[in-house]
């Protein structure tokens, strides 16, 4: 597997989209998945995905700018396709939630759904995680990448890595 491909809301997020008295919107991410994604990031291109214009620039600014990971903008519908045009399908994981994303699990190589994903995506997907999407379904996704299509004792390595590298920034042991 070269690519990872993980639909932002509903998997990353909640789901759940919430509006002040300003109209302003929120998205509620879960707090471990970006480690998760840093490790995995090691063995595998990770790209983010988003149906949701009117919520992106909120996606875009917590996957790209905090996160370091690149987002588009993909309708729905649009997905198959967008993939098929900027990856190989053969070489590709994707994890969503979506009511039509079997669409997408049919002709990619690996398939994750969260939990809470909709039943059409959970009865297509070839994994599901114990996590709901914005709850750490993400996190446990990529260790369940890493287990299936990475040797094993690379995981404590990355593992080990990341720990030294936070201990050596934080000074903390």
Avoid at 10 to 17: A, D, E, H, P, S
Avoid at 133 to 145: Q, T
Wanted: charged share 25%; net charge positive; glycine share 8%.
């Amino acid at each position: 597997m070269k690519n990872l491909i993980v639909d932002v809301d509903g998997v990353l997020t909640t789901g759940q989209m919430i509006y002040s008295s300003k109209g302003k919107e929120f998205k509620i991410f879960g707090a471990d998945d970006n480690d998760a994604l840093s490790l995995l990031s090691k063995k595998i291109s990770i790209h983010m995905i988003s149906g949701d214009k009117n919520g992106f620039p909120i996606s875009s600014k917590r996957v790209k700018e905090h996160m370091g990971y690149p987002i588009s903008l993909v309708s729905t519908f649009n997905r198959v396709q967008w993939i098929k045009s900027n990856f190989s399908l053969k070489e590709t994981i994707y994890i969503g939630d979506g009511i039509f994303d079997f669409l997408v699990f049919d002709k990619v190589a690996y398939a994750i759904a969260p939990q809470n994903a909709h039943p059409s995506a959970k009865k297509a997907a070839d994994f599901i995680t114990d996590s709901k999407g914005g709850e750490g379904a993400v996190a446990e996704a990529c260790l369940h990448i890493l287990k299936k299509f990475f040797d094993i004792s690379d995981i404590k390595l990355l593992i080990t890595q990341s720990d030294s590298i936070s201990s050596w920034k934080t000074g903390k042991k």
